[in-house]
């Protein structure tokens, strides 16, 4: 009607880009909740769950008290969170001393462990559960090929990013379940010390994914780590005429150095626009067919910082995951990078470790009832809102976990002792509004 | 009591928002991020209800005057809540008109206006329907079913899913009449949203005796609504029409 002959409003295109990232996070944390509803395992089998690094000090068993399971977990939540540290830190030395190579190939390696070995045993959980019929030889070869096709999608730059979404989704979801099998007690507590590690590690400067950070962007080199990219908007306006291009974080502060002699420690600043700020802001880059002209906008590097729109700044985070298995001598070790960050086409990166502990979080509290799932999806997708505007606001790396994990803790436990009785009561007895 | 059964439920309670979400919200994403943190609001309202009733529950279930409280206390604070919601999406307004003036776009049309309203009335009413009905869906999926002793003449679950049906609607047609009353200052529709809101958690409570006679109540006080809505909203004519369809199909379906 009426509408075909308006022009666009800006109603169209704005959060485009936080809708591009809440998509694969909740496709994630869904594909969890429907995994452990299916598999959902009663507390006395769980409790013979092999022995993971999460489960070293203590195993929980369904007769202790509360406060030795808490003491448990707690204790637990440490023995991870060292190991956590201690393993970052040695990946910083390997990054420091320029094995890239080595990284490059653990990371594959990583992920065709994941995807083999521990997307097997849930394809073999589910087989089970609905008695498909199946017989080894054709498991294997589909399994092997579906591996190998994941690791190629890791490594290789040029596959359609489509299907490199869907392989890291399909890893983060595959981490998130193992994980949602560990005892209740030190899942919650494990998720919060895995958020406050988070806090410490990034704002600290002691913290091994500032230097990491730090090191990436005076070398303008990528960490070569699992992280989630979201295809980039693609601009129609007439754009960049004044606009900046923003390549990436490392590029845009040494043309800060260059251009203002700013202090490249204090902030490293990401401006994700979603609508073209022509004055005072910056343009992302567009999709790879526009690119030309831009990039030589961006070589230049002329920066505005005056009003960027939506801030996201760089965290790289890295954080490796031991998990042993009864079968298996070595540790496997998963690159996974954590926190919000821009693209070489400057598209949003969110690294996988946070799609991983939400839906941890989501498929921890469907273990319990699915009114505690929605409460924390929402809970979890308004911390991922919030940590975006905080980073807008001040301009600061800042990691992407504490505010969800937190919120989504909150809301659980304010939905299961309160929410859930006063809905049920109502009810039951007819009493809607 | 099946699989089936338990998706029909779920279907029932949110159909017409599903159909709304893709016809409408899911080609913004500036309204789904309207529709998420809408729901997020009012999950947060509930949260609130009953962190102030837990200490009182569970109600004796002979007496009527302490859910007469409970709704009116409920309805009250709620409607508190748009009104802040209002004066939080006045704000919101002015930011974009500003932005918009930056970029150099029109500022916001009153379609615009309106399909805010719209999501964040949908917001309220997916909360509704999502944990008064479909967070309780979870038996329904096994090998039985529940009645309750105030209607025993249905399963629970259809019961609340339709009545969940009945508020989405009201909650996501009431946000946009009241945002447009509080707009133009028409008090008439900023008394009619509370008032309706008011009418349908008591008429649920108090028609429990003849299920049949409720649920056409209900559809009649919808009905009425949703003629006014259109008289006021310029929604677009196939979502109109998708949800009166359903309306009426499930007049019919409740009045044989």
Redesign the interface.
């Known amino acids: 009607m009426a509408q075909n002959q308006r022009p666009a409003s800006i109603l169209d295109t704005l959060g485009e880009e936080i809708v591009r990232i809440i998509t694969p996070v909740s496709i994630c944390m869904l594909m969890v909740v429907i995994l452990v509803s299916i598999l959902s395992l009663d507390d006395s089998s769980s409790s013979s769950a092999m022995p993971t690094i999460a489960t070293i000090a203590y195993s929980e068993t369904g007769s202790d008290s509360s406060w030795d399971k808490f003491m448990g977990a707690l204790l637990n939540s440490l023995v991870f969170v060292a190991v956590v540290t201690a393993v970052t830190f040695i990946l910083v030395l390997l990054f420091y001393l320029r094995c890239t190579k080595f990284l490059k190939i653990y990371l594959g390696f990583s992920a065709f462990v994941v995807l083999a070995f521990m997307g097997g045993e849930i394809a073999l959980f589910l087989f089970e559960k609905f008695s498909f019929p199946i017989d080894c030889v054709t498991f294997l070869v589909i399994l092997y090929n579906f591996a190998v096709v994941g690791v190629l999608a890791v490594f290789i730059s040029k596959m359609a990013i489509l299907v490199t979404q869907a392989y890291l989704v399909v890893i983060g979801m595959l981490v998130a379940y193992w994980f949602t099998l560990l005892p209740e007690w030190t899942t919650w507590v494990l998720l919060v010390a895995m958020a406050l590690y988070d806090l410490a590690a990034v704002l600290l400067p002691v913290g091994p994914l500032r230097l990491l950070v730090e090191l990436a962007i005076s070398r303008d080199e990528d960490i070569p780590a699992l992280v989630y990219e979201a295809r980039p908007v693609a601009h129609h306006d007439s754009g960049s005429r004044d606009g900046v291009v923003r390549r990436r974080v490392w590029s845009e502060r040494r043309n800060v150095l260059h251009d203002s002699g700013g202090d490249v420690n204090s902030n490293a600043i990401l401006s994700g626009n979603a609508g073209s700020n022509l004055n005072s802001g910056v343009v992302l880059s567009v999709a790879s067919g526009h690119n030309d002209t831009r990039l030589a906008g961006a070589e230049e590097g002329r920066v505005v910082e005056a009003n960027a729109e939506l801030s996201a700044p760089l965290i790289d985070r890295r954080m490796n995951d031991n998990m042993h298995r009864q079968e298996e001598d070595d540790t496997s070790e998963n690159l996974l990078l954590e926190g919000i960050g821009l693209g070489s086409t400057g598209a949003i990166k969110l690294g996988l470790g946070d799609f991983i502990f939400y839906s941890v979080l989501v498929g921890r509290a469907a273990m319990y009832d699915f009114m505690t799932v929605y409460a924390c999806y929402l809970a979890i997708v308004a911390g991922l809102g919030v940590t975006l505007m905080l980073l807008a606001f001040y301009q600061k790396a800042l990691p992407a976990l504490p505010v969800s994990i937190m919120l989504g803790v909150l809301f659980y436990l304010l939905t299961r002792l309160l929410l859930e009785v006063f809905v049920v009561q109502c009810s039951m007895n007819l009493v809607m509004f | 009591m099946t699989v089936a059964a338990g998706i029909g439920y779920a279907l029932i309670a949110l159909g017409p928002s599903l159909s709304l979400f893709v016809a409408v919200i899911s080609?913004?994403?500036?309204?789904?991020?309207t529709v998420?943190?809408s729901?997020?609001l009012w999950?947060i309202s509930?949260?609130v209800?009953?962190?102030i009733?837990?200490a009182f529950?569970?109600?004796k279930?002979t007496t009527w005057w302490p859910?007469a409280l409970?709704?009116i206390s409920?309805?009250g604070f709620?409607e508190g809540l748009r009104v802040l919601f209002w004066k939080v999406y006045k704000r919101l307004e002015d930011t974009?008109d500003a932005?918009?003036d930056?970029?150099?776009?029109?500022?916001?049309?009153l379609?615009?206006k309106m399909?805010?309203a719209l999501a964040g009335g949908l917001g309220h009413g997916v909360a509704?329907a999502?944990?008064?009905?479909?967070?309780?869906?979870?038996p329904a999926f096994g090998p039985a079913t529940f009645y309750?002793d105030?209607?025993p003449q249905m399963p629970?679950f259809l019961?609340?899913a339709i009545?969940?049906l009945a508020?989405v609607t009201i909650h996501t047609f009431s946000m946009v009449i009241a945002f447009n009353g509080y707009a133009e200052g028409n008090t008439t529709d900023q008394y009619f949203v509370p008032v309706v809101?008011l009418v349908?958690?008591m008429v649920?409570?108090s028609a429990?005796a003849r299920c049949f006679c409720l649920l056409s109540q209900k559809f009649s006080l919808l009905r009425i609504l949703f003629l006014i809505v259109l008289k006021n909203c310029q929604l677009?004519p196939e979502t109109a029409l998708v949800v009166f369809v359903w309306l009426n199909v499930l007049c019919h379906a409740c009045s044989f």
């Open positions: 080609k913004k994403p500036f309204l789904i991020l998420l943190s729901t997020l999950l509930l949260i209800l009953s962190g009733w837990r529950l569970p109600l279930s859910f409970l709704i409920s309805v709620q974009l932005f918009a930056r970029v150099g776009k029109p500022r916001l049309f379609t615009d399909q805010i509704h999502v944990f008064f009905c479909l967070s309780l869906l979870t309750v105030r209607c629970f019961i609340s009545i969940a508020f809101h349908a958690g649920v409570k429990f677009s």
